[in-house]
């Protein structure tokens, strides 16, 4: 078995499941939560229903913030001692600063190690349309591609990726500040569940709905008609501390859209915070 060429790393923000990343041998970078003058470490943890419920009442909400070039370098010299390139995927730089983070880390990198082929990627996605794209790295990767044919390959598929989502308020997303045209949203469509679209750095309203059993039905809908659009679908389920919901929307992804990959993933805290609690979402490729 030949020597592999290239090792992956993404942030947190991508949400793949830990077996996943484990499986593909994927380091996952952590972003920072702040809260009550502490900072956390993001992830997906066992405490997530309290998470919400402070969330929810709190005076004071959560705010995120970039992990740091140290943070960033740790993981990228982590990931040299098994390749001789690395490929480092980060989350839309649109939204947040952590694809500066990275490139900073990367000039780290190569002034420790000159011969290190270090590579800094903007996902221009979340989640798993990036957790997606970073799996996608690390097929390639694990073939015996070498780090060109690794980026191109990744590259290709950021056109093919998305996320569909059910919010259940748009408050938490408008709160950010970093969608622009979300709090114009809030007020124009009180007492509905909007599906927003995620695709490439946008993020657009695309349908509301007056209940959560009619947005999950929009929502396998459209999937269907994206389904009609190209090859095989890779999909995961995402919600957050709604996990009985998640299965049941998988359950009727898997009988309505025959994905040759599907996954259920909760979101992390920091990705959360963005959400709120009761959000369920479907990030997905075609393979054409």
Aim: with cysteine.
């Amino acid at each position: 078995m030949s020597k592999l060429q290239v090792a992956i790393v993404t942030d947190s923000t991508a949400c793949i499941p830990p077996a996943i990343a484990t499986e593909y041998s994927i380091g996952v970078v952590p972003l920072n939560l702040i809260f009550a003058g502490r900072t956390f470490v993001d992830g997906m943890g066992d405490t997530t229903e309290e998470f919400y419920e402070v969330l929810r009442t709190s005076r004071s909400p959560p705010t995120t913030a970039a992990t740091s070039p140290g943070t960033f370098l740790d993981h990228i010299l982590r990931a040299a001692d098994r390749a001789p390139s690395v490929l480092c995927l980060t989350v839309s730089a649109r939204f947040t600063a952590v694809y500066d983070s990275a490139l900073q880390a990367a000039a780290l990198a190569r002034q420790e190690r000159p011969e290190l082929d270090i590579r800094v990627l903007d996902s221009r996605n979340a989640t798993m349309a990036q957790g997606f794209m970073a799996i996608e790295a690390a097929r390639a990767a694990a073939e015996g591609a070498d780090i060109d044919t690794v980026v191109a390959r990744t590259e290709a598929l950021m056109p093919r990726v998305g996320v569909l989502a059910m919010l259940d308020t748009l408050t938490y997303i408008a709160r950010t500040g970093r969608v622009p045209g979300a709090a114009a949203w809030v007020s124009s469509i009180l007492r509905v569940k909007p599906i927003v679209e995620f695709r490439q750095g946008d993020i657009r309203l695309v349908s509301r709905t007056r209940t959560r059993k009619r947005a999950m039905e929009r929502l396998l809908t459209i999937m269907e008609e994206r389904a009609r659009q190209g090859g095989p679908m890779h999909l995961c389920v995402h919600h957050t501390n709604t996990p009985q919901q998640a299965l049941l929307l998988a359950g009727q992804a898997q009988e309505r859209l025959h994905p040759v990959e599907l996954y259920v993933s909760e979101l992390t805290q920091v990705m959360g915070v963005h959400t709120g609690p009761e959000f369920l979402a479907f990030a997905y490729y075609l393979e054409q």
